[in-house]
């Protein structure tokens, strides 16, 4: 079952590390998360728990007020539901590097800065919240990526093209 497999238990300890580091590393005001309550999180990590309100609607909201987002990877090393979501949103994204080859790459300190490991995400954690220009151009063409490959009209048009063979703007 899910609670058994390794990737899971994997993901869930990285995620672990990742909030426990972040909070001793930021205050209050530069930091808000943590671990999504499930039996796991809820067994083995309780006081890294989010108090933040994982509802959709919440979820919206506290994406509104946020600049700065981490992205860690999804199941079987696969690209994650929050990584699109971020970029929807037009953020600056921290992302742990991933091998998983998209239509259209992204591009270091252009569309997202990627990340080593915890200590390299929060060294360049620290750089965006210092470098507002860096920040706001990062927020910028992470939209601009969504708009142009990600969002669904994009997508469609992208799997149509395959399938027939050519362009349909032509």
């Known amino acids: ?10 993901i869930h300890l990285q995620r672990y590390k990742f909030v426990k580091k972040l909070k001793e590393s930021f205050s209050d005001s530069h930091f808000l ?10 067994k083995k990590y309780p006081e890294y728990l989010t108090n933040l309100p994982i509802s959709q609607n ?4 506290i994406m509104k007020k946020t600049r ?3 992205y860690t ?9 929050t990584l699109p979501e971020y970029l929807a949103f037009g953020k600056a994204i921290l992302a742990e590097k991933f091998n998983t080859i998209l ?3 992204l591009i270091d300190n252009k569309h ?7 200590d390299d995400c929060i060294e360049k954690a620290k750089l965006l919240l210092k470098n507002e220009k860096m920040a706001e151009r990062l927020c ?28 349909l703007t032509s």
């Open 112 to 118: 997202v800065i990627f990340f080593d490991d915890i």
């Open 140 to 167: 910028e063409n992470s939209r601009e990526y969504y708009d142009n490959y990600v969002n669904p009209v994009q997508n469609v048009r992208r799997m149509i093209e395959l399938m027939i063979g050519r362009n």
């Open 68 to 70: 700065i987002v981490v």
């Open 58 to 61: 919440g979820y919206i909201d």
């Open 1 to 10: 079952p899910y609670e058994s497999d390794h990737d899971v238990s994997e």
């Open 103 to 105: 239509p259209e790459q």
């Open 33 to 42: 998360g943590g671990l999504v309550p499930c039996s796991i999180t809820k």
């Open 73 to 81: 990877r999804g199941l079987s090393d696969s690209i994650g539901w």
